[in-house]
């Protein structure tokens, strides 16, 4: 797990999904949307808009397989400020 998760100001359920891919990876699971669905004990919402968060912060890539990559921490963005 890259401490850095922490350091970029995520909303709860994006740290918690971060965590719980990580966890996957570390047991060589293969974490995807449906690996996730069945361990997220909130509502499929909250999970999509956690993949979002993710994604949108370049913490997380799809595979074509559909299979959630963790990318390195060098390629996560900060919140952008207005």
């Known amino acids: 797990?890259?401490?850095a998760i922490f350091?970029?100001?995520m909303s709860v359920e994006a740290t918690s999904l971060y965590l719980?891919?990580?966890d996957m990876?570390?047991?060589g699971d293969t974490p995807s949307f449906e690996a996730c669905e069945l361990k997220w004990?909130?509502?499929c919402e909250k999970l999509e808009a956690a993949m979002h968060?993710?994604?949108a912060r370049g913490v997380i890539d799809r595979a074509?397989?559909?299979t959630l990559l963790i990318k390195e921490s060098q390629?996560?963005?900060p919140l952008e400020t207005k």
């Open 64 to 66: 074509e397989d559909g």
């Open 1 to 3: 797990m890259d401490q």
């Open 41 to 43: 004990t909130t509502s």
């Open 75 to 77: 390629h996560w963005k």
């Open 7 to 9: 350091n970029l100001n």
């Open 20 to 22: 719980m891919l990580d």
């Open 53 to 55: 968060e993710l994604a």
């Open 25 to 27: 990876l570390s047991r």
